[in-house]
Antibody, heavy 119, light 107 residues
Framework: EVQLLESGGGLVQPGGSLRLSCAAS????????MSWVRQAPGKGLEWVSS????????LYANSVKGRFTISRDTSSKTVSLQMNSLRADDTAVYYC????????????WGQGSLVTVSS | EIVMTQSPATLSVSPGERATLSCRAS??????LAWYQQKPGQAPRLLIY???TRATGVPARFSGSESGTEFTLTISSLQSEDFAVYHC?????????FGQGTKLEMK
């Protein structure tokens, strides 16, 4: 059974940093693309970043480029999102997401981790 | 960036009736369109990909269609568990983008 378990969310001041982690299990970890998708309170979904396999290319939304960094640790089966220079409009539930079947879609989602940027 | 526009924002339909949700892309996306269902407090669930292919385990009452840059999700006979928010998403080019969602509520 595929499981994605996020951790690391919380309250941070504007300009601060936070690191989200996603522990994955139940599939061959380094085979498939993993992503982060966020949802601001009461809003729609926004695709934030992807780590593409097997090329190990990284992709970022324009809104986070230069501030966020996605990485993957194969030994611990973890995908992380390092978020720097956080702004109020980064406040959202961040979902860890996995694509297995169709490139560009998401088959499995984590439960979400709330990040609140506020002074 | 491709802009996805969903309509209506809210749709009120009675159980057993048919629901039709729309999604328009700002440019051609070559059928690379997915639909997701999201219930309160839950993560989204993939329903449709390739504009019209149902994901594994999705009931046959859900169907997708396309006409150019216009996409439609139809739920043929609404069940109580179908009332939720529906998101469309294009994956033709990066950044993958979502519509703002349509809330399907019980009339």
């Amino acid at each position: 059974e595929v499981q994605l378990l996020e951790s690391g969310g919380g309250l941070v001041q504007p300009g601060g940093s936070l690191r989200l982690s996603c522990a994955a299990s139940g599939f061959t970890f380094n085979t498939y693309a993993m992503s982060w998708v966020r949802q601001a309170p009461g809003k729609g979904l926004e695709w934030v970043s992807s780590f593409v396999s097997p090329t190990e290319n990284t992709l970022y939304a324009n809104s986070v480029k230069g501030r966020f960094t996605i990485s993957r640790d194969t030994s611990s089966k973890t995908v992380s999102l390092q978020m720097n220079s956080l702004r109020a409009d980064d406040t959202a539930v961040y979902y860890c997401a996995l694509r297995i079947h169709v490139v560009g879609t998401i088959d499995y989602w984590g439960q979400g981790s709330l990040v609140t940027v506020s002074s | 960036e491709i802009v996805m526009t969903q309509s209506p924002a809210t749709l009120s339909v009675s159980p057993g009736e048919r629901a039709t949700l729309s999604c328009r892309a700002s440019q051609s996306i070559s059928s690379r369109l997915a639909w997701y269902q999201q219930k309160p407090g839950q993560a989204p669930r993939l329903l449709i990909y390739g504009a019209s292919t149902r994901a594994t385990g999705v009931p046959a009452r859900f169907s997708g269609s396309e006409s150019g840059t216009e996409f439609t999700l139809t739920i043929s006979s609404l069940q109580s568990e179908d009332f939720a928010v529906y998101h469309c998403q294009q994956y033709n080019e990066w950044p993958n983008t979502f519509g703002q969602g349509t809330k399907l509520e019980m009339k």
